[in-house]
């Protein structure tokens, strides 16, 4: 039922199923929408299964007996769920947010230094970022043109993107242009970066194929708000025209005729931008012309999509996590307990030596903190099975991040590992914790604002699939 | 699952197009998202039997823009400090040269960090992945032949030691300059009974002439 595991558990499902089960998972994935009780699905699923098969026959029971009926029941259960909504909505949230606000922050922080790293007084100079594009391909746009001012452009698109992502206006946009941003300045530069870079790089991309803006999100605002005008004046059905966002499109598309013209972009870039853009143009025509069938359709396929990228956002933490810590296994500091003690010894991780040589000076602290990283680095993945075991390594996780943003001096490595690690975080705690952040926020608002959460809770009680599939939709 | 109220249209009654579409859907993100765990899977496991065999069609595949590197300070972490220094030929109002004393880059980028919540990049990764990428192309010898054009890890940090040690210097125009690397092992921990050798090693580069017009000038328009 929760958040970390559903995004995982399908995993197997869909594959072995997808090809040879068509006609049987067309139909389950019809089923659940139907009948609303998230309930009704495990009931409904060995109908589907075909009861035909004789269990119980034998007098030695045979241990695999169920087996084909519950794989049945599994696949045709999984299919239900990946088409049946976007899964882990509060989860999508806290990424979008937690890797946007990481961005953000590093920005302005490096505002100072923003040319020397990846401007024009950069010591990676234009020619050698050339050369090394033009080997390996990466996305650039800074390197489209060599002035000054086309570069405080491209940083400034990074920033309010970044912004803008965060608050998640014009959601599926904003993503798009935030991965650009990122993709933009670390290609431009790649020595200058870190760890933390590595983590936001590959997060922008998958963000682009999240709805991420279901929950926690202006996006979410205004279709609460559209929701309700709707109901109100009984119109039903189709969507209103949307000038903000058709002038949004046209602008977007503007940029990328010019890109293409100019002749900037890669074969693969331009396919997945031109597609990108032309999907919203038919998203926005068919919400408004043809809300039945082509509206729910479209609305699966996106919920499809979205689960695709939590899943491989889910995995790529365990990578993560894995590759870091079946490394450190064969190192032997590792091995003997004074790994740390390194660490807190190199000037370049060293911004407070007191605290550092202080902490370094303790062995047996040093042999505990060195063990249990590559204890839980390593076994991570592996609670993913058990909700409670996982929840506490969750937390030992995060705070050792905290620890490593003020003791290594990687803050924005240890905030992009954080929001890494949040999309593991329950969606009880994850509710709660909105609530208490938009309280204070929500306080001046005019009753008729604060009413407008207020459908949420009922709809999520029944499993945080239900998040607002209407509100939704609005987001492309 | 769908608890909105009003006129949604209920997906079971998908039309046979509108399933297949949906059953597609399923079908081509299913394999996509596995095809690209798989990938970068073999990408960050260690050298195996799967990666060496379809090693060109991993690489095509992560690079650039999936490429991922977790070993954070694993299989051991880093137990030397390293420090890049320069120094600089300068030639003098009267026409001689002079060379000056060594600088230590990193030792500046160092002070600027301590007691800094919010190190810069410019500060904490700058210099450390450029010597990084330069000692990663180049054999551990002092190296004696010049830096050619085309060798981007050298050009770029001495591209760093021109730019930090200025146009000008002790009274002179730089001309050249060179850097060195200086290696001092973290002593052990005390308690560990092991004993290493923490004295200072260097590892000198050739010199590089600074270019006529500073990288990054010609941009300033």
């Known amino acids: 039922m929760s958040d970390p595991r559903t995004p995982a558990a399908p995993a197997e499902d869909p594959e072995p199923a997808a090809e040879p089960n068509t006609a049987a998972e067309a139909g389950a994935s019809a089923e659940p929408s139907a009948q609303a009780p998230a309930a009704a699905e495990p009931a409904l699923a060995p109908a589907l299964a075909g009861g035909s098969h004789a269990q119980d026959a034998g007098p030695a029971p045979f241990p695999f007996a169920g087996l084909g009926r519950s794989l049945d029941r599994g696949v045709s259960r999984g299919l239900a769920m990946v088409t049946g909504s976007a899964l882990g909505p509060y989860q999508a949230a806290v990424i979008r947010i937690g890797f946007s606000l990481t961005w953000l922050l590093f920005l302005l922080r490096e505002w100072p230094h923003r040319s020397e790293l990846y401007g024009p007084d950069s010591p990676w100079t234009v020619a050698l970022a050339k050369r090394l594009v033009a080997g390996n391909h990466a996305f650039t746009a800074v390197l489209w043109n060599d002035s000054r001012g086309w570069f405080e452009l491209v940083y400034a698109v990074a920033v309010v993107s970044s912004a803008l992502l965060m608050v998640g206006w014009r959601t599926r946009t904003s993503s798009v242009l935030f991965m650009l941003g990122v993709l933009s300045l670390q290609n431009r530069s790649v020595f200058m970066g870190d760890g933390g870079d590595n983590v936001i790089h590959l997060m922008a991309i998958y963000l682009v194929f999240t709805r991420c803006g279901q929950v926690w999100s202006l996006d979410r605002r205004r279709a609460a708000k559209a929701e309700a005008e709707e109901a109100a004046t009984g119109a039903g059905g189709s969507a209103g025209s949307d000038p903000v966002g058709i002038a949004l499109w046209v602008v977007m598309g503007a940029a990328l005729v010019a890109a293409t013209v100019a002749g900037k972009l890669a074969t693969e870039w331009k396919v997945g931008l031109w597609a990108g853009l032309l999907v919203q143009a038919v998203w926005w025509a068919v919400r408004r012309y043809a809300p039945g069938e082509p509206r729910t359709v479209l609305n699966t396929m996106a919920d499809i999509i979205h689960n695709g990228a939590m899943l491989v956002v889910v995995v790529e933490v365990c990578l993560i996590y894995s590759t870091a810590g079946w490394y450190k296994i064969q190192g032997s500091r590792w091995e003997d307990g004074t790994a740390l003690y390194y660490p807190l010894h190199l000037d370049d991780f060293t911004p407070w030596p007191s605290l550092s040589h202080a902490l370094a000076g303790n062995a047996l602290m040093v042999m505990l903190i060195t063990y249990g990283t590559v204890m839980v680095q390593v076994a991570f993945p592996f609670t993913l099975f058990n909700r409670k075991v996982k929840n506490v390594l969750l937390v030992a996780m995060m705070l050792e991040h905290a620890s490593i943003a003020i003791v290594l001096g990687l803050p924005f490595f240890s905030l992009a590992m954080i929001a890494a690690d949040a999309v593991f975080l329950p969606t009880g705690f994850l509710r709660w914790l909105g609530e208490q952040v938009a309280r204070p926020l929500r306080r001046p608002a005019p009753p008729a604002l604060a009413a407008v959460p207020g459908p949420r809770p009922a709809d999520t009680g029944a499993g945080q699939a239900a998040a607002g599939q209407s509100a939704t939709e609005a987001v492309t | ?221």
Do not use: C
């Open chain 2, 1 to 221: 699952m769908q608890s909105e109220q009003g006129p949604s249209p209920q997906a079971a009654t998908l039309s046979l197009p509108a399933r297949i579409a949906v059953a597609v859907t399923v079908g081509v993100v299913a394999v996509g998202a596995l095809l690209h765990l798989g990938m970068v899977f073999l990408h960050v496991a260690p050298s195996n039997t799967l990666s060496k065999e379809h090693a060109s069609a991993v690489s095509d595949y992560v690079y650039p823009e999936f490429e991922q590197n977790w070993k954070l300070f694993a299989p051991d972490p880093l137990q030397q400090n390293v420090h890049v220094q320069a120094r600089a030929e300068v030639r003098k109002p009267d026409g001689s040269t002079e060379t000056t004393g060594w600088v230590d880059l990193t030792a500046m980028d160092v002070a600027d960090m301590r007691h800094n919540p919010l190190p810069s990049h410019s500060q904490q990764n700058e210099l450390r992945r450029a010597w990084g990428y330069y000692s990663d192309n180049h054999s551990d010898q002092n190296q004696t032949t010049p830096i050619s054009a085309n060798d981007l890890s050298g050009t770029y940090l001495n591209t760093i030691l021109a730019k930090r040690l200025g146009t000008r210097l002790n009274g002179g125009t730089v001309v050249r300059v060179q850097g060195r690397a200086a290696t001092t092992t973290v002593a052990r921990p005390s308690w560990s009974g092991e004993s290493v050798d923490t004295t200072t090693q260097y590892r000198e580069l050739p010199w590089w002439t600074v270019p006529t017009a500073p990288a990054g000038q010609e941009n300033a328009s």
